[in-house]
Nanobody, 123 residues
C-alpha cells in the first residue's frame, strides 16, 4: 500500500484545511486508517483514526470537536477536515494504515505511512 497526503498549507488561526490521503491497492477498504502529526522538535502524536467501514472514529482530546476524519472507500481516500485551527496545530501531518484494523492510537502499530503534508497555522 502506498499513501500520498495532500492539502496542507499555511492558514491563519481560526481557519480551516482539508487533508486528503490517497491510497493505492485493493486492500485499502479492509484497513483502519489514521492521521498522526509531528510538531517541530516534538514526537509524532496521534490525531484521529477511523475503522475500515468508517463506522467508528476516535480523536485526540486536543482536536476533538474541531477535526473530523472520514473515508471514501470507493475512492481509496481518507480525509481530515480541520476547523478552528490553532497555532499549536502546526505540524507535519501523516496518514497511516493498519492492515490488522485494530484501531491503534500508537504509531508503531501502523504498517504503512505517507510522506506527510505540512500544516502551518499563523497567529
Amino acid at each position: 500500500v502506498q499513501l500520498v497526503e495532500s492539502g496542507g498549507g499555511l492558514v491563519q488561526a481560526g481557519g480551516s484545511l482539508r487533508l486528503s490521503c490517497a491510497a493505492s491497492g485493493r486492500t485499502f477498504t479492509s484497513y483502519a486508517m489514521a492521521w498522526f502529526r509531528q510538531p517541530p522538535g516534538k514526537e509524532r502524536e496521534f490525531v484521529a483514526l477511523i475503522s475500515w467501514s468508517g463506522g467508528s472514529t476516535r480523536y485526540a482530546d486536543s482536536v476533538k470537536g474541531r477535526f473530523t476524519i472520514s473515508r471514501d472507500n470507493a475512492k481509496n481516500t481518507v480525509y481530515l477536515q480541520m476547523n478552528s485551527l490553532k497555532p499549536e496545530d502546526t505540524a507535519l501531518y501523516y496518514c497511516a494504515a493498519d492492515r490488522d484494523a485494530v484501531m491503534w492510537t500508537i504509531a508503531a502499530r501502523y504498517d504503512y505511512w505517507g510522506q506527510g503534508t505540512q500544516v502551518t497555522v499563523s497567529s
